[in-house]
C-alpha cells in the first residue's frame, strides 16, 4: 500500500484501491485448493449473525474482525494456535470481499507477507460449489 501523506484525505474506495494494488487477491476455488494441499489457513472473519444465516467453511479458522491481529500476530500472546509463523499462508474472508482486502493490508503490515484475501469472499465460494457447512451443524461454532 502506497503510503499516505500527513492530511491527506482519501475515500475508503480510493483507499480499497490502493490496498488491493498490493495483494494478489485468489478465487475462491484456488483458496480451497491451496487449502486441501496444506498450504493455507482460511480464516473467516464474518460476523456471527451472517455465519448463523449462511453456513461456515469447514476447517476456517473463525476470528472476528476486531480480533483478528492478536489472534494472527506470530509474536503475539493471543495468538491462535495455527499462527505459528509469518511465512504461513492466511486466506481471508469476509462476506463480499471488501473487508477482507483491508485486513490482509493489517495482517502485511504484521509482516505475514503471504496474506491474501478471496475475490467476492464466502458469498463466491458458496456460489463456485464449493463445501459449505450448514448453520447449526454440531461440532461447529455458532
Same mark, same amino acid.
Given at each position: 500500500?502506497?503510503?499516505?501523506?500527513?492530511? /491527506?484525505?482519501?475515500?475508503?474506495?480510493?483507499?480499497?484501491?490502493?490496498?488491493?494494488? *498490493?495483494?494478489?487477491?485468489?478465487?475462491?476455488?484456488?483458496?480451497? /485448493?491451496? %487449502?486441501?494441499? *496444506?498450504?493455507?489457513?482460511?480464516?473467516?472473519?464474518? %460476523?456471527?449473525?451472517?455465519?448463523?444465516?449462511?453456513?461456515?467453511?469447514?476447517?476456517?479458522?473463525?476470528?472476528?474482525?476486531?480480533?483478528?491481529?492478536?489472534?494472527?500476530?506470530?509474536? *503475539?500472546?493471543?495468538?491462535?494456535? /495455527?499462527?505459528?509463523?509469518?511465512?504461513?499462508?492466511?486466506?481471508?474472508?469476509?462476506?463480499? *470481499? %471488501?473487508?477482507?482486502?483491508?485486513?490482509?493490508?493489517?495482517?502485511?503490515?504484521?509482516?505475514?507477507?503471504?496474506?491474501?484475501?478471496?475475490?467476492?469472499?464466502?458469498?463466491?465460494?458458496?456460489?463456485?460449489?464449493?463445501?459449505?457447512?450448514?448453520?447449526?451443524t454440531p461440532g461447529t461454532p455458532a
Amino acid at each position: 500500500m502506497s503510503e499516505r501523506r500527513a492530511g /491527506e484525505r482519501v475515500g475508503i474506495d480510493e483507499l480499497l484501491e490502493r490496498v488491493r494494488s *498490493g495483494i494478489d487477491r485468489i478465487e475462491a476455488r484456488a483458496a480451497h /485448493e491451496a %487449502y486441501e494441499a *496444506g498450504d493455507a489457513l482460511l480464516v473467516d472473519t464474518r %460476523y456471527a449473525a451472517l455465519r448463523e444465516r449462511d453456513g461456515l467453511i469447514q476447517g476456517a479458522l473463525i476470528v472476528e474482525r476486531n480480533e483478528l491481529e492478536w489472534r494472527l500476530d506470530p509474536l *503475539g500472546s493471543h495468538r491462535a494456535p /495455527e499462527a505459528d509463523s509469518h511465512d504461513l499462508r492466511v486466506v481471508v474472508f469476509c462476506n463480499e *470481499g %471488501y473487508a477482507s482486502s483491508l485486513a490482509v493490508a493489517s495482517l502485511r503490515q504484521l509482516g505475514l507477507h503471504r496474506a491474501t484475501d478471496v475475490i467476492g469472499g464466502f458469498q463466491a465460494w458458496k456460489a463456485a460449489g464449493l463445501p459449505v457447512l450448514p448453520p447449526g451443524t454440531p461440532g461447529t461454532p455458532a
